[in-house]
């Protein structure tokens, strides 16, 4: 955890921090908690907030946990930006260690266009009205079948749609292993949720153009495809302050965690 | 200002907590239904398939017509059922054999959708 200047490395403290929310998640999965492991995701909080505005009621399998976890994630988003998605959600955890096994695989990575790739990375919101609106007319969380975190952790078990959820997860896996974090980019209706929070962040990386090389090195680790080296402060609402620019800078301090 | 990058996880570990801490905020009841009795007695039971508002909504059902009851108030959150009612014309092992109840199912056999698990009497 310490290198040899005696400095705190942040990538196995992420990568802890994943370690160790995934497997609370596991263990909840498992039936070993006290409560479903659907209970501890915020995306649920987005999905109660309509019968808790309308009728004080929460939809079947929502719990005032999703809601309370939701207001303590977009405290923290307006602090730390999307560090909820880079630190502790599950389901990123595990597009980012498959896109890993990709870094392995290949030699040289497709690239999706940049212009193609900004453009798709606006179907999230697309995603979350649809989810919305389907959630809240008929009441129930139809897109259960369709959700990776649950048909993951559930075992593709009650109320996901067999074959098809399980072509869901294949794309999840195909779409990681080509693009890093390609569910996040343009799928996560949570990931649009916290956008607008996330532009807010209290907390970002800034660059020091007067020391900066230009190496590239941060646009290269950034799983979001952010690129720092073109910013002095890091505002994109992608930015999910994973700190992998700032660990591969080879100049000092030139990469730093700032407030405001 | 420069701040320790070790502020992000810190912050992480707070938040989480602080929003797990904060959810009996939300508690809202499931179902409040008022019956016709006077009541002078509270319990409250922990229900072992009080879980969502359908079975919430079955189980005040079950006490639709029972004499002595003024209201029940279900929390699906908290899988209770909160009860006040006429200590002269029911108690509470009545309310809890009537919940505990067992029913027909369709292919003849007999299943039992509410038990027991505490109760606590104000």
Redesign the interface.
């Known amino acids: 955890m310490w290198d040899i200047g005696g400095r705190m490395n942040i990538r196995i403290i992420r990568f802890l921090s994943q370690a160790t929310f995934l497997g609370i998640v596991v263990y909840l999965a498992l039936g070993l908690g006290s409560r479903s492991f659907e209970n501890y995701c915020p995306f649920g909080g987005v999905e109660a907030l309509y019968t808790v505005f309308t009728e004080r009621q929460f939809t079947c399998a929502l719990a005032p946990l999703n809601l309370s976890i939701l207001i303590g994630v977009v405290a923290l988003t307006l602090l730390t930006k999307r560090s909820f998605c880079g630190w502790v959600c599950p389901l990123g955890a595990i597009a980012e260690w498959i896109n890993k096994i990709g870094d392995k695989v290949w030699k040289k990575r497709p690239h999706l266009p940049r212009s193609a790739d900004k453009y798709l990375r606006l179907l999230r919101y697309v995603v979350l009205a649809i989810v919305l609106y389907y959630t809240y007319t008929i009441g129930d969380l139809i897109f259960r079948g369709y959700d990776p975190f649950y048909i993951i952790f559930s075992g593709n078990g009650h109320e996901t749609l067999g074959w098809i959820s399980i072509g869901v997860l294949a794309v999840f896996a195909v779409l990681s292993f080509f693009q890093p974090m390609a569910f996040c980019r343009y799928f996560c209706p949570l990931a649009a949720f916290l956008d607008p929070f996330s532009k807010l962040g209290v907390v970002r990386i800034s660059r020091n153009k007067e020391t900066c090389t230009d190496c590239t090195l941060c646009n290269k680790v950034c799983h979001f495809g952010v690129e720092p080296m073109k910013l002095e402060k890091v505002t994109h609402r992608d930015c999910v302050n994973c700190l992998e620019c700032v660990e591969v800078c080879p100049v000092k301090d030139c990469m730093q965690v700032k407030a405001f | ?9 810190a ?2 570990v707070v ?16 179902t409040e239904v008022a019956f016709g009795a006077q009541g002078d007695s509270t319990v409250e039971f922990v229900v072992d398939g009080l879980r ?3 079975t919430a909504g079955f189980f005040t059902n079950l006490f639709n017509g029972v004499d002595g009851i003024e209201s029940i108030t279900t929390y ?2 908290t899988n209770s059922a909160i009860f006040i009612y006429d200590s002269k014309k029911i108690d509470p092992d009545r309310i809890a054999m009537l919940f505990q109840k067992e029913f027909r199912m369709e292919d003849g056999s007999f299943h039992q959708f509410f038990s027991e698990v505490s109760r606590k009497e104000y």
């Open positions: 200002m420069r701040v320790p990058k070790l502020i992000i996880p912050l992480i938040f989480i907590v602080i929003g797990i801490l904060i959810q009996p905020l939300f508690y809202f009841p499931t969502c508002r359908g699906a959150t």
